[in-house]
């Protein structure tokens, strides 16, 4: 569950790295929970008429409204993800290029990362020395 709430408590903050792990169970949730929302309103013909029922309309809002608030955790997440094989984030505006985009993320998220520390912060998948649970362990 932690690896789930990370981006979106970590939205504003582009330093650190991320693993694979945390990266694609967030774009995972996000699209999958998109899918599930335009899928039955594709299948109710939502997108082939001039007007929407209440329900439609109310689905569709939701699912824009998801997909905004979601923008930034997943850019600051790529931005991350690109500071675990130590890359600067600037490699994350590759997203935004048309049909090469997609692949880009692809490959953002299936590059392994750096073992241990490197110049943009400690392994997520090792333990912080600096946390209070390694402390007392």
Not at 2 to 8: D, G
Not at 100 to 123: F, Q
Not at 128 to 134: E, I, N, T
Request: with cysteine.
């Amino acid at each position: 569950m932690e690896l789930l709430l990370r981006p979106w408590k970590l939205y504003a903050d582009p330093s650190g790295r991320s693993t694979p792990a945390e990266f694609w169970l967030f774009f995972g949730v996000k699209y999958g929970v998109l899918f599930a929302i335009a899928i039955p309103l594709g299948a109710m013909g939502a997108f082939d008429r001039a007007q929407m029922t209440v329900l439609e309309t109310t689905a569709a809002c939701f699912a824009g409204f998801f997909f905004l608030s979601a923008f930034i955790p997943s850019c600051v997440l790529l931005v991350r993800r690109c500071h675990d094989f130590d890359a600067t984030g600037k490699w994350a505006l590759t997203s935004f290029i048309p049909y090469l985009g997609y692949i880009a993320v692809l490959v953002i998220g299936v590059i392994p990362g750096t073992k241990g520390e490197n110049s943009r912060g400690h392994d997520p998948r090792e333990p912080d020395p600096y946390s209070l649970s390694a402390t007392f362990e």
